[in-house]
């Protein structure tokens, strides 16, 4: 079966670093991705890891480790505009299929 | 690049009409289009899987009757709700693969869907 689990919701201030973190139990697992979802609209893709260790974009960072099941999302200088949901989905590619967890939400205040 | 383009945002219809919702890749081909529901604060749930010129893929509990799906490009998807009612109202979101990097879904902007 597919599992995901990431918290629900998360508060950061402004300027801040904020890490998502996201546990999976996955058949069939190829990689995992990060989308950003504001509310009412469709998610955006962040990132993709394949490959264990820490894939740097921008602000944004991804880490995951296969041998844990573990990934996170670490989200540097924390901007107003990134209070949004952050959904963890794990690729299986003898499936070709892509299962989201619930996803974070994230509030930045100021 | 990477565009998915979704229409309609959103749509409100009578109990027992018919909806149909579009997809579109704009700068890609898209060989497969996912098509996914979202209910309130939860998270994205697929519902199937289809491909240009073959029978859309299924998930467990889905209505393949009542949710058609049709994937006659490998640049349009359709989705349509066949005799919609109130439980149906959801918002209903579609992505696609490209050819290259098939692994990595962009996704269209939603559709609303809203039945009296």
């Known amino acids: 079966g597919q599992n995901i689990d990431q918290p629900t919701e998360m508060t950061a201030t402004e300027g801040a670093i904020v890490q998502i973190n996201c546990t999976y139990q996955t058949s069939g697992f190829n990689g995992l991705f990060w989308y950003q979802q504001h509310a009412g609209e469709a998610p955006t893709f962040l990132s993709y890891?394949?490959?264990?260790g820490l894939e740097e974009k921008g602000r944004f960072s991804s880490f995951l480790s296969r041998s844990k099941g573990y990934s996170y999302l670490l989200l540097k200088e924390l901007q107003m505009k990134d209070s949004a949901s952050y959904l963890c989905?794990?690729?299986?590619?003898?499936?070709?299929?892509?299962?989201f967890g619930t996803g974070t939400k994230l509030q930045v205040i100021p | 690049g990477a565009v998915v383009s979704q229409h309609p945002s959103r749509v409100i219809c009578k109990s027992g009409t018919s909806v149909k919702i579009e997809c579109r890749s704009l700068d890609f081909q898209a060989t497969t289009m996912f098509w996914y529901r979202q209910f309130p604060k939860k998270s994205l749930m697929l519902m199937a899987t289809?491909?240009?010129?073959?029978?859309?893929?299924?998930e467990q509990g889905v209505e393949k009757d009542k949710f058609l799906i049709n994937h006659a490009s490998l640049t349009l998807s359709t989705l349509t709700v066949t005799s919609a009612h109130p439980e149906d109202s959801s918002f209903y979101i579609c992505?696609?693969?490209?050819?290259?990097?098939?692994?990595?879904?962009?996704f269209g902007a939603g559709t609303r869907l809203s039945v009296l």
């Open positions: 989905a794990a690729y299986s590619g003898g499936y070709q299929k892509v299962t």
């Open positions: 992505s696609a693969s490209a050819t290259v990097a098939k692994n990595i879904q962009y």
């Open positions: 289809s491909n240009e010129g073959s029978k859309a893929t299924y």
């Open positions: 890891n394949v490959l264990d």
